[in-house]
C-alpha cells in the first residue's frame, strides 16, 4: 500500500514540512502567571508535539491591550520572548517546525485583563454577546471603546513589532489570527462593525485592516513565512456577517496579492457544524492562490481524503494533539488515540498538558 500523501513531505511557503498533518492552534491558558511568559512546561509540551509537519502555536497576544483571557501567552516582552526561544529550540531539535499565531482579541477582553483597567478595543463600542475567562471563573465581556482611525497605525505596529519578536523567538513564521470573532475578525464582519471611515461600511472597507495587518507582517519578514487564519462562516464570539461570501472573496482576493505561506480556514462553526451556504466554502477555497490548510472535526480518513483529492494541501488537528502527542504515529499506524480530556483544557500545569502516553509509553506501562 502507498502512503497516503497526508504522511508525505511537502513544502509551505518557504517552510520544508515532514507531513501535511498540523497542529491546530489551541488555546491552553499555562502561561507564566506574573508575565505571560510560555517556560519549561510549553517547551516539554509543543516538542511533545514536533512530529506535527507543522505546528502553530496557541495564539499570542502583541500587546498587553491585545490580551482576552487569563495565563495566555504574550510576544511583547523579553521575558516572553525568551521562554517561546526555549519552546522553539526543544522543537527544532526534535526536527519540528513552527509558527506563532499573532492574536490581538479586540473586544473579547474583560477590563480586569487590560492595563489599568482600560476598556477593550474594537471597531466599533458593541459588546459582544460572548465571555471570557479572567482567572476566577467565565464572566461577560467589558464594553469596548471604538478604535479612532488615528490610532490603526500604532496597531499595526503592534503586529510588525511582534512579527521582529517572534523571529527573534526562533520561530519559522508567523499566523495572523483572524478568525473567531477576534479583532481582525471584527473588523471584517459588518455585525461588528460600524465604522464610517475607511475601516468600516463596504466590504472593501472592512478586509482594509486584514490587508495593512499582512502587508506589514509580510514586509517585516518574508511572504513565505506568514500564514492567515479566517473563519468564514463561524459565529464564534458572537460575531455576525450579513453575507460572509462576499466579505471573505474579497479579503482572499486580498490576500492573493501576497504569496503567502498558507491559508487555515476554520471550515463552519469553530469547533462545531460543518456548515455554510451551498458552495460558499468551496469557492474561497479554490479563489485562494497558495496552500490551503483545513480545520475543524477531521478524522483520519477525512483528512487522508481531502489531501488526496486537493481539496486541502494540509489538515489541522486540535483536540486530537492535545490528547496524542505522537498523533501523527498514530495516525499513520491508524491505532486508537488518546481520548482529550475537557476539565483540563484550560488552566492548570502538566495535568491534561505535558502528560498524555505516546502508544510507545502506553505499551511500555502495559
Ligand atoms: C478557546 C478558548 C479561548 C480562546 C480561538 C483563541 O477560538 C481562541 C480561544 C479558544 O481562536
Redesign the pocket.
Known amino acids: 500500500m502507498t502512503l497516503p500523501r497526508l504522511f508525505t513531505p511537502t513544502s509551505l511557503g518557504s517552510l520544508e514540512l515532514a507531513n501535511r498533518i498540523v497542529m491546530a492552534p489551541l488555546?491552553r491558558n499555562r502561561a507564566r502567571a506574573e508575565d505571560d511568559a510560555p517556560y519549561e512546561i510549553h517547551a516539554r509540551y509543543y516538542a511533545q508535539r514536533a512530529s506535527a509537519g507543522l505546528i502553530v502555536t496557541e495564539?499570542s497576544q502583541i500587546t498587553p491591550e491585545a490580551k482576552g483571557?487569563a495565563w495566555t501567552p504574550g510576544i511583547h516582552s523579553e521575558a516572553q520572548i525568551e521562554g517561546w526561544k526555549a519552546v522553539t529550540d526543544a522543537v527544532h531539535a526534535r526536527g519540528g517546525k513552527i509558527v506563532i499565531q499573532l492574536?490581538h482579541v479586540g473586544r473579547i477582553s474583560h477590563t480586569s485583563l487590560l492595563p489599568n483597567g482600560q476598556a477593550p478595543v474594537a471597531p466599533t463600542a458593541i459588546t459582544a454577546e460572548s465571555r471570557t475567562y479572567d482567572g476566577n471563573g467565565f464572566v461577560p465581556v467589558s464594553q469596548p471603546r471604538a478604535l479612532e482611525t488615528s490610532e490603526i497605525p500604532r496597531l499595526i505596529e503592534d503586529y510588525r513589532q511582534a512579527t521582529r519578536n517572534a523571529r527573534a523567538a526562533g520561530f519559522d513564521g508567523v499566523e495572523i489570527?483572524a478568525?473567531?470573532g477576534?479583532l481582525i475578525d471584527q473588523f471584517l464582519k459588518d455585525g461588528a462593525n460600524q465604522r464610517t471611515d475607511a475601516y468600516g461600511g463596504s466590504v472593501e472597507n472592512r478586509v482594509r485592516l486584514l490587508d495593512e495587518v499582512v502587508a506589514a507582517v509580510s514586509e517585516t519578514w518574508e511572504p513565505g513565512r506568514v500564514g492567515v487564519r479566517l473563519s468564514p462562516f463561524s459565529n464564534?464570539n458572537g460575531i455576525t456577517d450579513s453575507d460572509p461570501v462576499a466579505t471573505f472573496t474579497a479579503a482572499v482576493d486580498k490576500l492573493n496579492a501576497y504569496g503567502l505561506a498558507f491559508l487555515h480556514l476554520v471550515e463552519g462553526q469553530?469547533g462545531g457544524p460543518r456548515e455554510w451556504p451551498e458552495g460558499g466554502l468551496e469557492a474561497l477555497r479554490a479563489r485562494f492562490n497558495g496552500s490551503y490548510i483545513a480545520n475543524n472535526g477531521y478524522d483520519r480518513q477525512a483528512a487522508i481524503d481531502a489531501v488526496e483529492t486537493g481539496k486541502a494541501d494540509l489538515v489541522a488537528f486540535g483536540k486530537a494533539f492535545i490528547a496524542n502527542p505522537d498523533l501523527v504515529e498514530r495516525l499513520r499506524q491508524d491505532t486508537p488515540l488518546n481520548t482529550p480530556d475537557s476539565d483540563t483544557f484550560?488552566g492548570g500545569t502538566e495535568k491534561g498538558y505535558t502528560d498524555y502516553p505516546t502508544l510507545e509509553e502506553t505499551a511500555s506501562a502495559a
Do not use: I, L
Request: hydrophobic share 25%; proline share 0%.
Open positions: 488555546t495564539g483571557y492574536w489570527h478568525a473567531n477576534y464564534a469553530t484550560y
